[in-house]
């Protein structure tokens, strides 16, 4: 079932293969300079980076494409790329340093070239340099059908992002999500996925059916999601490189918010039977399921850590919509929310340091995070309506469900977890219940 990439499976383009970019002239000798971000929580100041229109066929496009990726991060600010022009307009020859910093306050340059090569794959070059030592970081070259262009400029801007944070970009990666069309009651909704910025949206169901809370496995080849095909809420297991559907497990109740485990052995989620709603785990080979909470309340939302060793959920069980922490086997239950908002949704990052969660209160939602022992509660955003999010694979981003007022359609917006403005991301329509997918390798 998880024998290939959804890039592959969905004929997007060849594997994209890499190498460092070796050159002869001792002025490009790959040297670790000075230049290195770290990431911390409050707002930080994007360092400027100057990116070059690439050489050759598409080039511009992939500089484009980095420039946003970058620019997006709210790590990076692009300065005017026209200065590339006559700073560096010639790939294999040093740039012109001192006109950089004459024209720019930019901190880092990026040059670069894409080839046409004789067997029909498209080569991009490019070289990562520090403007105040002249020196250049990182060099690599990446090969690919030309219909995986887009992809490969995100793997620059990602190989970028991490030589100057030491942190994995997210760049590289796609979304599931849910596309609503029409109107009530007649509402069509229908899974699909896209790259992290929109682009290359493909559809995954038809839209005969109402789906909800697509979820990635560890990797990209299959995802779970709730399914009304036969009338009630099902767990569904889908092949994203077939497209085969099935059933996940056959309950007497109902059964919704399945999350993989980190290494995809089991699923958990909430199946609700005899007027109880109880998170329970299944292995995924044995479909065999157990217990993990009980007594009195509602238990939902359920998300691992990433050990595996706990699982964040929320539950009513006090009274109140919160959020609450255990051990995998279902043990030791603790509340980690305070304060008299509703807290729902909770979602482990990826890094294990934060759980993002949903907080309702006085009439508005917002999106926060905190550390897994409750401390450190803080906002990134609120407006009229905000749910579902989910974490970009580095931990450092979040994109969630937004609708600005009443009756408005819901859309995806994404925003740091430092803090700053949220951004939207387009979609054909309206979107909502998205996932982040793991890096496409």
Not at 49 to 59: K, M, N, S, V
Not at 131 to 153: C, H, I, K
Request: hydrophobic share 35%; proline share 8%.
């Amino acid at each position: 079932m998880m024998a290939r990439s959804l890039f592959s499976a969905l004929g997007c383009a060849a594997a994209l293969i890499a190498a460092p970019l070796s050159v002869a002239s001792p002025a490009f000798a790959q040297a670790r300079g000075p230049l290195m971000l770290t990431l911390e929580e409050g707002v930080v100041r994007p360092l400027p980076i100057l990116i070059a229109p690439f050489d050759g066929p598409r080039g511009a496009e992939i500089a484009q494409i980095v420039a946003q990726d970058l620019g997006g991060s709210g790590v990076f600010q692009p300065v005017n790329p026209n200065v590339g022009r006559t700073a560096a307009p010639n790939f294999n020859a040093p740039p012109l340093f001192e006109q950089i910093r004459a024209s720019t306050d930019a901190r880092a340059l990026v040059t670069g070239e894409a080839i046409n090569e004789g067997d029909g794959r498209l080569a991009i070059r490019f070289r990562l340099w520090d403007v105040l030592s002249q020196e250049q970081l990182a060099g690599f070259q990446y090969r690919a059908d030309p219909n995986a262009t887009r992809r490969m400029a995100h793997r620059v801007a990602d190989s970028i992002y991490e030589r100057l944070t030491g942190e994995p970009g997210y760049f590289e990666t796609r979304i599931a999500f849910v596309e609503e069309s029409g109107r009530a009651p007649r509402v069509s909704k229908r899974l699909a996925v896209m790259d992290y910025d929109g682009a290359n949206v493909e559809y995954l169901t038809s839209g005969s059916e109402l789906v909800l809370t697509p979820r990635y496995a560890p990797s990209e080849q299959a995802m779970t999601y709730i399914s009304y095909r036969e009338g009630a809420p099902r767990v569904y297991l889908l092949n994203v490189q077939t497209r085969r559907q099935e059933v996940l497990g056959s309950f007497k109740g109902m059964s919704f918010a399945p999350r993989f485990s980190p290494d995809g052995s089991k699923v958990v989620m909430s199946i609700s039977q005899n007027g109880e709603t109880k998170i329970h785990d299944m292995e995924v080979g044995s479909r065999r399921t157990r217990q993990l909470t009980s007594g009195r309340g509602l238990d939902t939302a359920p998300s691992y850590s990433p050990d595996g060793r706990q699982i964040v959920f929320e539950s009513d069980r006090e009274g109140g919509q919160q959020i609450y922490v255990m051990d995998a086997n279902g043990g030791g239950a603790r509340r980690i929310s305070n304060g008299p908002a509703r807290h729902a949704t909770p979602v482990w990052s990826p890094r294990g340091d934060y759980i993002a969660f949903t907080r309702m209160e006085g009439g508005r939602f917002s999106i926060g995070v905190m550390r897994p022992d409750g401390s450190g509660a803080r906002t990134l955003t609120s407006s009229f309506l905000e749910e579902s999010p989910t974490w970009a694979p580095n931990g450092r981003r979040l994109m969630f469900t937004r609708q600005e007022g009443p009756g408005s359609p819901p859309q995806l917006w994404q925003v740091d977890i430092r803090g700053g403005q949220a951004s939207r991301v387009p979609t054909p329509g309206a979107a909502s219940d998205p996932a982040w997918g793991p890096p496409m390798r």
